[in-house]
């Protein structure tokens, strides 16, 4: 044992050997501690550049800014990290399906770099998908120098992308849930405890550095009965919003790709529609925290209209940040844009039912938080305890979940997979462990392939086929070319049942007679998925490998069950 | 303990490929240290009861070894159960007893009471139906093998002096017995396949009618035996 005890190989420490939960958890408050740091770095950025912009604010050439802001990001992405633009998010959940949770170690930092130049410049993004993807990537770093496993790689990503989602909000059940519920989509024991020790590792950092303040400032309501009636309509009207937001964004990425520019300029249009809607509406510039304060606060000046113009304005910002390529997350911007429709809801219901009181523009703005966060993000729960968090305390949480879950089910109707997903979804790589999909990636043909096949040539009689069969355990055999080896077809007992009691025909007939020579075959590297296909359509239980011209062994639908099973009960097992 | 992928693979009875991927993906409490495989031997064991999946350290043997099948050992050839049992000319009686009583003496290493007692399982199987499979040949034998384990199967031959009627399916009286005492159902019915395709053999008939040495029939047994292969 001794020779392979490594300070690099934690798997190896006799504390760790026998069990890795204690490994996750004290790996797990490191990594949320680093995630801490990221989130926290960015938002000080954020800052910084926001004030060194401010004297430009009112010039009259000041709508480049974001333009400019958009396209240095671009730049700096493409040009000299070398990553693909994105909005983080799905590039972790990307990551945790199909990559086993490998993250190279320049998205440690690029994310936040090109988003600090596309929000601090003025942008319309969030800051929290691209500290989750740096979270993500120190969790996957630091498992990666510690040589650790897939499995353990995956939860200290998590770990990572929680800390930063924790500090950034300073919300750390936020942070733990929505980690599970989006990022890994698996509620399991290994999971939860090192993500939630990561999770308040990673605001804890926050309150130590910038003090225990929170995103968003903390507010009592008194909700009555007509407010959790109101909040069905509120539901509605923001799975309407997120439908909306989703799609806009879609269509102008779409559009964006169709003018054919080079991504930078794309970006430096995009950019610059940004700064001229800013001009007139300056509140949809940026993540938006500060309009969101406002509205919580109940100081937001403007009225029904005003407010619900500036909803879609936002939308629309969002839509040209992001879809035309500006370095981003959506969550800040779907908070932006929820308070502002929950705003909106309330006084459309004040100017309806003047003489009931509602618990007060603050709180719709918070519902309508949660409703977008439902909706866009299809994470109910995160939307749920985010708001929780924010407003410390529970006397909002019948309304919250109401809004949450029924805006996130409506939503579904419209959009089945969250913004997230979407292109994951599309793609076939959204796989989450212990689904059919899953297990069947992982398998690969070689894994199931069984080579006890008794091979024949076309030239043997009947009669030479049935010594072969009645020393085989099989009713298939592959028929190779004695020549070059060459596999030419199949004979399967079902070809040769009638001729089996017949011994006449016994000496009469050839295999390459009887052979199938129109064959469905597998390739070694064909994914089991297809294989199965091929299967289902055809109606077969078993077919031949051919490797090059050569056959290799054959796979069937029994040992594919026997390791289906294996596979499945290896993967759901957490404890 | 440590072991090598390959090694371990056929412990768990499972691909390479895929116990390769599990460790990657730390699914199962090994790890790889080059080409070695570390684990501690008790946890293993019990993720593997857990999850249904066999380990067995003791058997690193491959694994088409391991599923070859032990009864064809067992049963050797026809031509050793024959030589074994032996070949006898010249039995002589007038009825299916008096033949199967004189022949149960002919087997060899039975004491006397092992000797009655095979005696009253042969008259039990033809009282059920007739051993008498044609052309000629009755093939008695116990329907269960006899208590006493660990012998091998035996075939004695005898060509009878006089044909005695055995009921046979065919009507022909008798005129060769192949007396088998197996030590499994498996290996009878080997060995009575491999009799049966002898019989087929038109040669062969002629020769058991033509009162053949010891010597003849065996060399015939051995040349009918070596065209089906060895079992």
Known sequence: MKRFFSWRIPGTWTLFRADDRLLLIVSGMVVGVAGGFAAYLLNQSLIFLFDVLKPYRTCAWSFVIPGAGAALSVIFLTRVVREKGGHGVPEVIYSVSRLGGRLSARAMFSRLVASSLTIGSGGSAGPESPVVISGAAIGSNIARFFSMNERQRVTLLGCGAAGAISSIFNAPIAGFVFVLEVVLGEWSKAHIVPVAVASVAGAQINRLLSGNQIAFSHHRFQVSWQDTVACLGLALFAALISVLMTRGIRNMHQIAGKTGLPAWVKAALGGCAVGLIGIVVPDALGEGYHAIREMIEGAYAHGLGLVFAACLVKVLATSFTLGWGGSGGIFAPSLVVGSFAGLAYHRALVSVFPTLTWVGEGGYALLGMAGLVGGILQAPLTGIFLIVEITGGYEFILPLIIVSSISATVCYYFEPASFYMKELIEKGQLLRPGTDGRVLSDLSVLELIEKDCAVVRPEMTLRDLTGVISQSRRNHFPVEDPENGRFLGMVTFDHIRPYLFEEIMYDAVFVEQIMDTDVAVVRPGDSVADVLAIMDRNGLYSMPVVDGEKFAGMVSKATLFDHYRKELMVQTDHD | ?231
């Open chain 2, 1 to 231: 303990m440590k072991l090598e992928l390959e090694a371990l693979a056929r412990c768990l009875q499972l691909p390479r490929d895929t116990l390769e991927r599990w460790i990657r993906q730390g699914r199962i409490p090994v790890r790889k240290t080059d080409r070695l495989c570390d684990f501690q031997k008790d946890v293993l064991d019990a993720w593997a009861r857990k999850h249904h999946i066999r380990f067995n350290l003791a058997e690193p043997q491959a694994a088409g070894q391991a599923d070859a099948d032990p009864e064809k050992e067992d049963a050797g050839s026809l031509l050793s159960a024959l030589v074994r049992g032996g070949f006898h000319l010249g039995l002589d009686g007038q009825s299916v007893e008096e033949v199967l009583k004189k022949a149960v003496v002919l087997v060899p290493a039975l004491s006397g009471s092992e000797q009655d007692m095979l005696f009253e399982k042969l008259m039990e199987r033809e009282r059920l139906t007739s051993t008498g499979i044609g052309k000629g040949v009755a093939i008695p034998h116990p329907r269960n093998p006899l208590p006493g384990n660990g012998r091998e199967a035996m075939i004695t031959a005898c060509l009878l002096d006089s044909p005695v009627d055995f009921n046979s399916i065919d009507k022909k009286p008798v005129t060769v017995l192949f007396l088998m005492v197996c030590p499994s159902v498996k290996s009878h019915l080997f060995l009575l396949s491999r009799i049966s395709f002898c019989l087929r053999d038109e040669a062969f008939i002629t020769l058991l009618n033509s009162r053949p040495t010891a010597d003849q029939f065996f060399s015939a047994i051995e040349a009918l035996e070596s065209r089906l292969g060895k079992g």
